[in-house]
């Protein structure tokens, strides 16, 4: 009987799927995903149809894939964050009789498939937690009655081309399939990629309300990690145990992953932009520079701090630190409505040249570029390096977008300078909100001047008093 009560049980939960107990509360919205395809279709020329699918699933080892990311656009416009989808937005509306404006294909429920690899939403899902109207399975894509050629235009992304062969009508690859057939499309065709950049780029460039809660909290929780490092940090640390009190802390607070992975590295490696290894297994008293943001609910934060590992700067370190700072307030005092995108990296460069001439690093302003190799600023939010419109001079700032500001010096060993220089390797990268006026600094909370940060690095930190077996 217990047996029998316990697969009852058992049979119950597969049912049920995905009514599952003890979820966040603050996801967005059906009605926001319900407004963002509003919006997207005021964009959308007359006779269109938009066609967005969702990411392939990538292999981490044999037959084990990566956790799936689900495709921002397909996330913003959908909330469907599952593998093996298709949405359809159409200008007008479409059928006769009851017409329809929006169509989403989904992974078909399966209680198999459910207990090896997690729930599914499934159609009744779509309708009821998503709040669309019009869904079908995958596999209902093929013969659905939808006659591409008779649009003015066909409006979708590019279509990875390494998604190797279909194994049925309904993965990936088949839909990809299905719809390149019915659609006549046949490679190269650009014109439609355009606009469906130029429309999520217009969107997505502008946080609303909802998203902005979402990125305040993403934001503030990876300077909380910022922080709890600076305490913990000593000349001992390995950088993957750094990397880790990160990853900890943003788990801590409810985020799922990392917007990007994490860039934690001393000395030589915080001279390479995007050193991911984190295997140095000590800091010794170099600098650390740490390039870490949460991922929160899709957003993403992206923080950078660069901090002494013994909680004291040397002279030379202090030199391109405040070096790097100057540059970043002189960034931050240019941001509000109307400020042309490009001016944020010609004000850093023009702070870093002189900078770094006065020091005797350079002569040659032009030369600020072979220690500042990189942009000042991207676009922030679903993706770490978010979706906007740039288009040269013409490009200003507008209220509501958020971008990083991000600075820096970085001086690998045998730089034609003085060799008190080498190995020091500094970014200061913080996420901004522009507003009519002016700018609010998102990530304020973990302190950017040299000082403020030797005070924090002085405290000790709850991962100092954890002991662990030794092996
Ligand atoms: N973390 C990547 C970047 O700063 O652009
Ligand atoms: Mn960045
Ligand atoms: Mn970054």
């Known amino acids: 009987m217990k047996q029998f009560l316990l697969l009852f049980t058992f049979f119950i939960t597969i049912f049920q799927g995905h009514s599952q107990e003890n979820l966040p509360t603050d ?23 938009a066609v967005i699918f969702s990411y392939p699933e990538r292999v981490f080892s044999r037959d084990i894939n990566y956790n799936y990311h689900a495709n921002p656009d397909m996330y913003y416009l959908s909330g469907y964050k599952e593998p093996d989808a298709v949405l359809l937005i159409f200008k007008e509306a ?25 729930r599914r939403l499934g159609v009744e899902g779509a309708k009821s937690k998503l709040g669309f109207t019009t869904v079908y399975n995958g596999k209902d894509f093929k013969d659905f009655a939808v006659d591409f050629k008779k649009f003015s235009k066909i409006i979708y992304d590019k279509i990875p081309s390494d998604l190797g062969n279909s194994r049925n009508d309904f993965d990936l690859a088949g839909l990809f399939e299905s719809f390149k057939t019915k659609a006549g499309i046949t490679a190269g065709n650009t014109a439609s990629l355009e606009s469906f950049n130029d429309i999520t780029s217009s969107l997505r460039e502008i946080k609303t309300p909802e998203e902005l809660e979402l990125m305040r909290k993403t934001v503030k929780l990876s300077c909380i990690a910022h922080n709890e490092v600076m305490k913990a940090v000593g ?12 990853s900890y802390i943003h788990r801590r607070y409810g985020a799922e992953d990392e917007g990007y992975p994490p860039i934690v590295g001393a000395g030589a490696n915080g001279c390479i932009l995007h050193y991911g290894e984190n295997n140095s297994t000590k800091m010794d008293n170099q600098l650390l520079l740490m390039d870490v943001g949460s991922e929160y609910h899709g957003y993403s934060a992206d923080v950078t701090r660069t901090i002494p590992a013994n909680g004291k700067f040397t002279e030379e370190q202090k030199a391109i630190y405040q070096l790097v700072y100057d540059a970043q307030e002189a960034v931050f005092k240019i941001c509000k409505e109307g ?11 023009e702070v870093l040249a002189k900078g770094l001439i006065k020091l005797g690093i350079i002569t040659d302003p032009q030369d600020v570029k072979i220690y500042y190799p990189h942009g000042c600023s991207h676009f922030l939010g679903l993706d770490v390096h978010d979706k906007g419109i740039f288009k040269g001079p013409q490009s200003l700032l507008k209220e509501n977008m958020i971008l990083t500001v991000e600075p820096g010096i970085y001086i690998p060993a045998n730089s034609k300078c003085d060799k008190k220089w080498w190995n020091i390797g500094v970014r200061i990268e913080d996420d901004i909100l522009i507003k009519k006026d002016s700018y609010e600094n998102l990530s304020a909370e973990s302190p950017r001047k040299w000082d403020e940060i030797e005070k924090l690095a002085a405290q000790k930190s709850t991962f100092n008093e954890m002991k662990f077996p030794k092996i």
């Open 94 to 118: 479409q059928g006769t009789g009851e017409t329809y404006n929006e169509v989403l294909f989904v992974r078909e429920r399966n209680a198999t498939r459910e207990m090896w690899t997690g």
């Open 235 to 246: 000349p001992d640390m390995s950088e993957n145990e750094a990397d880790g009190i990160h």
């Open 27 to 49: 996801y967005l919205s059906k009605e926001f995903h319900k407004g963002r395809r509003e919006a997207f279709r005021a964009l959308m020329p007359a006779n269109s149809v």
């Open 339 to 349: 400020t042309p995108l490009l001016d944020l990296n010609n004000t850093a460069k």
